[in-house]
């Protein structure tokens, strides 16, 4: 797991130094392959452009999606992955009509 995001960042990396909005759309779409890889999602993750959102839905509680949010945004922070102010990441519940679990900015 940890080793393709490592692989992603690498390909990233100029892009990532400067984080504008347009690296910003290139690591959230980056962020979303590598999410999307690790089978933790219900549907694929989606980047939106108009919101500064990556959002993703899992079938999982409050406190572990709070959880999880910090762990992918503490990973991608220490693998020097950079976002523009505003950009976020919002974990919304698989189930039950989908309402927002977690959010974290990035």
Known sequence: MRL?????????????????????VV????????????D???????????????DVRMDTSKSDANDICKTIVSTLRGDGVKFDKG??????????GGGRLAQCNL
């Open 27 to 38: 690591n959230a779409t980056l962020m979303c392959k590598w999410l999307d890889s690790l």
């Open 4 to 24: 393709v995001l490592v692989l992603l960042v690498a390909m990233a990396s100029p892009m990532a130094a400067h984080a504008s909005k347009e690296d910003s």
């Open 87 to 96: 950009w976020k990441l919002r974990i919304a519940a698989a189930k039950g």
């Open 40 to 54: 933790l999602l219900s549907g694929k993750c989606v980047v939106a452009h108009k919101t500064s959102a990556v």
